[in-house]
């Protein structure tokens, strides 16, 4: 399984589940390795000419691919633009203007940074962002807690997978 708007809305609003972990180790790959896409893990990825399921990568062979989308790359510091605002909210108690500014923040950096790998963050943020039903006060706090969930396993998984800084 992997995201899509309809995953991500039924994640936000019922709950992760295991397919919710598994769909963000995929994703955060495509965050780092934009150009080097995989839909799961038997994905072939062709390097130096070689066919190479992503399951059977070496540490040196992803050291190539890392090389080869760091322009395009999902920074540490660009998720954590994200992510740090949403921290504060989850710590100072869900208050929506301060949610409702995320989206803003980060369409700011996107557009500045203009990366593949941001993009792709991005457009799962929006997806997972307007999930969230603010309109009810009885679910809100569950679902921007489901929202902080996902956002969490995307940094997590980015990390994994060679995300930096630079």
Known sequence: ?????????????????????????????????????????????????????????????????????KGDSLTTSQIRIAFGEMRKIQMNGFELSNFLMLKPKLAYAVKRHD?????EFYKIFVWAYDSVNTNDTTVVGAQFDNFMKIMEALLAYHKFHGGKEN
């Open 1 to 69: 399984m992997s995201f899509t708007k309809e995953n991500t809305q039924i994640w936000i609003r019922n709950g992760i589940q295991k397919e919710t972990i598994d769909a963000a180790f995929i994703a955060a790959w495509n965050f780092v390795y934009p150009k080097d896409k995989i839909q799961n893990l038997q994905t072939p990825l062709i390097l130096d000419g070689n066919t190479i399921p992503y399951e059977r990568l070496t540490e040196q062979q992803k050291g190539i691919l890392f090389s080869r989308n």
């Open 115 to 119: 990366k593949k790998g941001l993009n």
